[in-house]
């Protein structure tokens, strides 16, 4: 493998990013989400993995909601998050949501949530949402519902439920 490289996504790299969405989930839905979420103006932070100039991964983070008892907070959405995958099992992955998580904090925000491999996120820090008081509101495993917060307290007082962009009802 080349040298990796992880930047934010240039609008050059929307082709590259359909191919690589389409190819590690193997079906449309989650490339047809990052155009409809680009297209409503609802992407927080996009990042694309390339090795020797070839675009091979790429993260997403968009807006969430949550309603609760104590009113609304807000929050971000990762997903998707994609590997060709003949490049997967080899740290592209790791370094797409390291870099994604930093470029969060970085732009000021202090909660993520996900639905994703149990297995997986917890390495970054990831834990059941319903820690937090966290309720998705469509049906997920509760195991791959997840919430990491990037500053300490960051979900005190923001119980409730979290309420995805309208574009994901298509995934």
Not at 6 to 30: K, M, S
Not at 95 to 119: D, N
């Amino acid at each position: 493998m080349g040298e990796l490289t992880v930047r934010a996504e240039r609008p050059t790299d929307a082709a590259a990013v359909r191919r690589v969405n389409e190819e590690a989930f193997g079906r449309r839905a989650e490339a047809d989400l990052v155009e409809q979420l680009h297209a409503a103006g609802k992407v927080v932070a996009s990042l694309v993995a390339e090795v020797a100039g070839e675009v091979v991964g790429h993260i997403l983070f968009s807006p969430v909601a949550i309603e609760g008892a104590r009113g609304r907070c807000d929050a971000l959405a990762l997903a998707p998050m994609a590997v060709l995958p003949a490049h997967q099992r080899r740290g592209i992955g790791r370094r797409l949501v390291e870099e994604g998580i930093m470029a969060c904090k970085e732009l000021g925000h202090t909660r993520i949530v996900l639905v994703g491999h149990p297995e997986y996120y917890p390495w970054f820090g990831f834990r059941p949402a319903v820690r937090y008081g966290l309720r998705c509101a469509f049906d997920a495993p509760e195991e791959a519902f997840m919430a990491l917060e990037l500053a300490p307290g960051a979900w005190q007082d923001c119980a409730g439920t979290v309420r995805f962009a309208p574009e994901f009802a298509g995934v």
